[in-house]
């Protein structure tokens, strides 16, 4: 199966729509909530997505393809939440730079042209081709929404003690 650039943006496109809608209603302290220690905040998770747009996936699948044998720079991203303070920048701001960055790696993918998909990087995890870096960037989103679905979910169920959500259905 061919890769088609137009569905992968149009996937991409999906997914920051799907995270602006989830996030675009927010207060101030629903932003900043966790639901435990060492569990990421809905502005950690943005933050997130906005450094992986930039500093991951578009990046890693650029010297992929154009830059073969050039060693990957490293990344943190559980590191970095703490390192960035995440959970202590502005979260319209953090909103606007997911969408910044997003805007820039559709633009980017929309300049690709025809470029080899199987070329391969030797990754400590094992041999990564540059079409499962394309997909795992697709998929990324749907994890992170489903995150902060969660995220919402567990927030609304503690706010609303002692009473109980059993009528609306099993999560």
Request: hydrophobic share 40%.
């Amino acid at each position: 199966m061919a890769i088609e650039l137009e569905e992968v943006r149009s996937k991409l496109m999906q997914g920051r729509d799907v995270i602006v809608a989830l996030c675009s209603h927010l207060e101030a302290d629903t932003w900043r909530w966790r639901p435990a220690a060492g569990k990421w905040s809905l502005l950690e998770v943005v933050n997130h997505l906005a450094d992986e747009e930039k500093d991951d996936f578009r990046k890693r699948i650029d010297l992929l393809l154009h830059h073969p044998g050039t060693a990957w720079p490293g990344i943190d991203p559980e590191g970095w939440c703490v390192e960035r303070k995440y959970n202590d920048q502005d979260p319209q701001e953090s909103l606007q730079r997911f969408v910044e960055e997003r805007a820039a790696s559709l633009e980017w993918l929309g300049q690709l042209g025809n470029v080899d998909w199987d070329a391969t990087y030797q990754h400590q995890s094992g041999p990564l081709r540059a079409g499962d870096l394309l997909l795992s960037w697709m998929v990324h989103d749907d994890l992170h929404g489903r995150q902060m679905l969660r995220l919402q979910h567990e927030r609304a169920l503690r706010m609303a003690t002692p009473y109980s959500a059993a009528y609306a259905g099993s999560w």
